[in-house]
């Protein structure tokens, strides 16, 4: 079993329609939380951090944190035909002074149809 | 462009020949991460660096597999023999101190021919 487990799509949504995504994962050790962006053959890109449970708001993009069930989300509103990318979950562990390595999930690829 | 600069963006190369990528990590940044991914995956973690000292290597970094990072600035992943499993795209992120959040790079993507 994977430490962080992610449905890989795809997920196809109309313009201007919620999405939700979302992440499981196994390592209660998991402390930070954060939702990438990453467009066909390109990089990374950080969008949300969240530290240990709660809700954070940036603009369209709400992240939630559930570390009773170990479970993490992000909701895109008003989504955009822009938003189609793949979405990847990421998370790592606090430890004094150690790596901070990030967890993958495998991403999920979604597609915002005009 | 203050960003995670990597160099080259793409490399085709034959099977059993060597191949090294550099990374320049957004400058005021003292962690610098390289991970790996492949098609329909997330990016999986290589090695981990904290100024010029290499803290972590993972399993998945075979002895074909060497990085550096001179000086604490930028940092170069070499790859001997290569084979056609190396082929996948080599992401470097950099973080500032006692910060969790990483930057990536566009990435290197490499072919094994």
């Known amino acids: 079993q994977k430490e962080v487990e992610q449905d890989p799509g795809p997920l196809s949504v109309p313009e201007g329609a919620i999405v939700s995504l979302n992440c499981t994962y196994s390592?209660?050790?998991?402390?930070?939380f954060m939702w990438y962006r990453q467009y066909s053959r390109k990089g990374p890109e950080l969008l949300m951090y969240?530290?240990?449970?709660g809700n954070k708001e940036d603009g369209r993009f709400t992240a939630q944190v559930d570390k009773s069930s170990k479970y993490i989300s992000l909701f895109i509103r008003d989504s955009q035909p822009s938003d189609s990318a793949t979405y990847l979950c990421?998370?790592?562990?606090?430890?004094?002074?150690?790596?901070?390595?990030?967890?993958f999930g495998t991403g999920t690829l979604l597609a915002v149809q005009p | 462009d203050t960003g995670v600069s990597q160099d080259p963006r793409h490399k085709i190369t034959k099977r059993g020949q060597n191949v090294t990528f550099r990374c320049d990590p957004i400058?005021?940044?003292?962690?610098l991460y390289w991970y790996r991914q492949t098609l329909g995956q997330g990016p999986e973690f290589l090695t981990y660096?904290?100024?010029?000292?290499?803290?972590?290597k993972s399993r998945l970094l075979s002895d074909r597999f060497s990085a550096e990072r001179p000086k604490g600035s930028f940092s170069t992943l070499e790859i001997q023999r290569t084979e056609q499993g190396d082929s996948a795209m080599y992401l470097c992120?950099?973080?500032?101190?006692?910060?969790?959040?990483?930057?990536f790079g566009p990435g290197t993507r490499l072919l094994v021919l």
């Open positions: 992120a950099s973080s500032p101190a006692r910060q969790e959040t990483q930057y």
């Open positions: 390592n209660s050790a998991f402390q930070y």
């Open positions: 969240t530290y240990s449970s």
């Open positions: 990421a998370m790592s562990a606090a430890y004094g002074g150690a790596t901070n390595k990030l967890i």
């Open positions: 400058s005021e940044h003292n962690r």
């Open positions: 660096f904290q100024n010029e000292a290499q803290l972590e």
